[in-house]
């Protein structure tokens, strides 16, 4: 934790909801690595070539990002572990992004997909086929997909900040993306997830043969919770991110 200038409310009160994992991702510039603040475990530092210290979504509390440049192929990621895993649970993703293009193909926030059977689990990007941002989960053999986007918002603007919670319940079998504290889009969960043996990654998606679609923008604020968060706790999250 020491590359974390100090812990902010925001930072506070992500870690009192009990995530598995938080990834402030407000290091001091040349940090060499994104940090989990619940355990010290699960730092991100794998082929870790992102630029943190940029300007965050908030005034007092997220005042700082990372920037990850597509171009340059910038992500963090580690290996697949119990702590980073899901499977067949609920479990909700929250962070902030903020994209400085709209290039020819697709920009992963957050991801957990191997790119082939036994692997997989969710990613949570933008796609520039519906120009949304997107979240979807799998199946083990990697052949079915439920996806949701962003349609209640509509086309992301580039050099905005967005926060983004997406979450599957299993009690009421949806899969669900929110912005901005705003609508949910939701759809019927058909789909029986695996506990993969991909890679947890900010910044692109960890296939097998290497990584790709890479974020090109900035990210902040990013946790992984083993349960859905409620609405109460997405709308206060979105409103200290501001703060």
Known sequence: MSDILNLNTYDNYVLS??????????ERAGNNRANDL???????????????????PGQTSLVR????TRANSDQANILDNDTVSTGDIDFTLCGWA?????????????????G????????????????RWRFYITNQARAVFNVIDANTLGVPSNATWY????????????????????????IAKTVTMFNGTARFGIG????????????????????????????????????????
């Open 17 to 26: 909801l009990g995530p598995a994992v938080y990834y402030p991702l407000t």
């Open 38 to 56: 619940v355990t010290g475990a699960n730092h991100l530092d794998n082929a870790y070539t992102a630029d943190p210290g940029s300007a965050g």
């Open 65 to 68: 990002s990372t920037h990850f």
């Open 98 to 114: 903020n994209k400085d293009s709209s290039p020819a193909g697709e920009m992963f926030i957050i991801s957990k997909d191997g």
């Open 116 to 131: 082939i059977a036994n692997t997989s689990e969710f990613g949570l990007l933008w796609s520039n086929v519906e120009n």
């Open 163 to 186: 926060f983004i919670a997406a979450w599957v319940d299993r009690t009421a079998a949806t899969v669900n993306i929110q912005i901005n504290d705003g609508a949910i889009d939701s």
């Open 204 to 243: 692109g998606r960890q296939i097998t043969a290497g990584s790709d679609n890479f974020f090109d923008g900035s990210v902040a604020g990013v946790s992984l919770s083993k349960r859905i968060l409620s609405s109460n706790e997405r709308t206060k999250l979105y409103q200290l991110g501001l703060a």
